[in-house]
C-alpha cells in the first residue's frame, strides 16, 4: 500500500491504545473490511504531526478481489486525513521495512513575511533573514556515507548509525499558492519559502529534524557551512542544532529494489 | 482589525461558553494586552469550520501606542490559525456590521480525481463529474436584487430578505499547488478544482452555502441552469438544494464606505 496522510491530528504512525494512529486506522478499516485482525508493517514510523506523500506498508490477508479494489474498500472506511494511493500485489515474502533501499523525506520552511494560517500545519514559520547560500553549502556536505551519530536523537539504539545520504538539496520555493491566499502589499517581499530534500539508504531517529534544526542555524549565520563537516565528525549529538519541530516533515517516498515487491519487479 | 484563520478547529466566530471561537480568542488576546474586557464586533459571524482570509472587526480601547503596534501584539497572543494582517485607527461611530457596504466570499470544491488529504479542509471533495458552463449560467443568474429567502436557513429571522448580488462566478482553478502533493498518473486528468466567487451587499444565513449546494445539483445535471429564476422566484427553501458543507468557505473581504473608516476615507 501507497499511503499520503495529514499526521497533524494523529499521535505519529504507529499503534499507541487510547490514541488515534495512522497505523491503527488502517487496521481497524481492514477489520471492518474483512472480518478479521490484520497487521500492517509499515516502512517505518513517523511520529506525530508528521506527513506522509507516499509512505509504504504492507499486509498478509485474504481477499477474493484484486488489490486495487482493496485499496477503494480501504478509501471508504479511512478518514479524509489517510488515502489509499495505490495497492498492489506482493511476494509472499515481502517485508516493507527490511526491502526499503532509500526513502526521501522533504521539509517545509518560511523565513520572514506574514504568518499564513492555512499554511501552519505543513511548514516551519520562522522570523527573520536567511543565507540560502551558506544553507546550500552545508546540505552538499550532509552528502555521503558517513557515521551519523550527532544526527540522531539521545537515546535511541540502533546497530550501526552509518548511513548513506544520496540527495540533500534546499530548494526555493515560490510563493505558497493554494488559490485561498492573499497577502499584505509590502510584506510578500520579504517571505522566503524553502523545501529541504534529503534522500539515504536510511535514516536514524529524528535525523532529518536535526539536520534541519542545524541547516536553520547556519542559514542564519550562528555557524559557517563548515560546521556541518565538523558535526559528522564529533559524534556528538550535543553539537548538532534543535530538532526542527514535526510539522514541517514529510515522508514522500520509500523505494524499493527491483523484484522485492513483485515477481516481475514491477511496481 | 483586518483578520484571516483558518476556521477548521474553532466553534465558529461568535463566543459560546466552553467552546473556542474566533471572537473569543482575540478578546482573550486583548485581556492580555491591556488587562481588560474589550469586547470585538465582527461584521458577521462565521459558522464552524468556515475560513476568512480579510474578516473585519472593531473595538474600543486605551492604548498609547499605534494601531499597528496593536496588530503585532495581538499577533504574539494568538493561535497560529489566527492573524491580524492589518490595524488601523477608525472612526469613533465606526461599526463594523452596520458599515459594511459589501462582501465577498469564495467556496472551494473538487469534482472527481485523487482525494488530497493536505486541502480537505478547505475544498468540498465530491466524486463524479461536473458541467462547468451549467454552472456558469446558473450563478449568472444569481446576480442581481432580489428576494433571497429561498436560500435562507430556515428559522432565520430577518427585516428583509431582499439583496443585491453584484457578483457572482464559477472559476476553474488549476491543480492545487501545494508543493507536497504528488499525483498518481493517469488520475490527475479526472480532477476539476473550482471556486465560485460571490459578493453582495449583504448575505442571508446559510445563503453563499444553498447557493453552492444548488449549483452542485445543477453541475451534475439534476436540474438546468434556469432552475436558478425557478427557485428565486419561488421564495421557497424547500425546493433549493443542500446546505454545502462549512470547509469549503472562505470570507474573503469585507467592503466599506469612503469615510466611515477614517476620517480621510483612507483604508
Redesign the interface.
Known sequence: LTI???GSDFAGWQVQPGKQTIQGMLQRALRRITGHQVHVVGSGRTDAGV?A??QVASCTLEWRDTAARLGCAL?AHLP????V??AIDAVDDFHAIRDAVAKRY?Y?LQFGG?????D?R?RW?LRGAVDVEAMRDAAARFVGRHDFVSFQAAGSARKTTTRHVHHCEVIE??A???????R?PGRTAAAR?L?IEVEADGFLYNMVRILVGTLVQIGRGKHPPTRMDELISARNRDLAGPTAPPHGL?L?RVDYAQGSITPSGTT
Open positions: 499520503a496522510y495529514d506527513h506523500l507516499g478509501n479524509e486525513t489517510i488515502v494511493r495505490q522533504r517545509q506574514p504568518r499564513d494560517v492555512f501552519y505543513y514559520f520555493q515560490a505558497v499558492v493554494r488559490g485561498v491566499t492573499e499584505e519559502y523545501a514529510f514522500v
